[in-house]
């Protein structure tokens, strides 16, 4: 067993070897411990900040809420005006509509010859109003309307179409443009429970 005796009458060069290593030890045994305590620390300032991190991201969300809640009702009032007529009334919308259509026709060159109430009716819980509209015009203009009227927003949809083409000749027998007479029947959905009929 070691002792302090043993060590007194140990040679001197194992004396000397144990006089330099002891304090080494010891250095290296503060040295562990202090490593272990600098871990320790740099192991809670990065859970600190990384806890201050995911605050400052949630306080970030939670600023961003109103506007976000802003931007899908934004997002939903287009789409309704994409998707559906609007207005106080049937009647209103569908004087709208009738001039919404003159615009086109002028647009494209097509003569609108007339135009008159269709009734009204309801598919899957929304309702449609609509218009019948008597067209003329070179085959061209007369196509241009009806793609127009196909694509413009918000939607409407030609449920019915009677299509009649006349060839135009000149005196000197050449062929011209044809004309064409088209009878449309067109409508557009109402948002849902906003309008409810009426004048």
């Not at 192991?43 to 961003?64: H, P, Y």
């Not at 049937?90 to 615009?103: P, S």
């Not at 939607?155 to 009677?162: E, F, G, K, T, V």
């Amino acid at each position: 067993m070691f002792s302090l005796t043993r060590l007194m009458n140990a040679p001197i060069g194992v004396q000397r070897l144990l006089a330099i290593l002891a304090p080494a030890g010891a250095l290296l045994v503060a040295a562990w411990l202090g490593a272990l305590i600098v871990r320790d620390h740099a192991n809670s300032i990065a859970d600190i900040v990384a806890k201050r991190e995911r605050l400052g991201q949630l306080q970030a969300i939670a600023q961003m809420e109103p506007a976000l809640r802003n931007a899908n009702n934004d997002t939903q009032e287009n789409a309704d005006d994409v998707l559906f007529l609007r207005g106080p009334s049937e009647a209103v919308i569908l004087a709208d509509l009738q001039g919404r259509i003159n615009a086109l026709a002028q647009t494209s060159a097509a003569n609108v010859q007339s135009v008159g109430n269709l009734p009204a009716s309801e598919r899957d819980g929304v309702r449609y109003v609509g218009l019948s509209v008597d067209v003329n015009g070179k085959s061209d203009d007369v196509l241009s309307l009806i793609y127009a009227l196909e694509t413009s927003t918000p939607y409407l949809i030609i449920r019915n179409a009677n299509i009649r083409a006349q060839e135009v000749v000149d005196a000197s027998g050449k062929r011209l443009p044809t004309n064409m007479f088209v009878k449309l029947d067109v409508f557009g959905a109402l948002v849902p429970d906003e309008v409810t009929g009426g004048t």
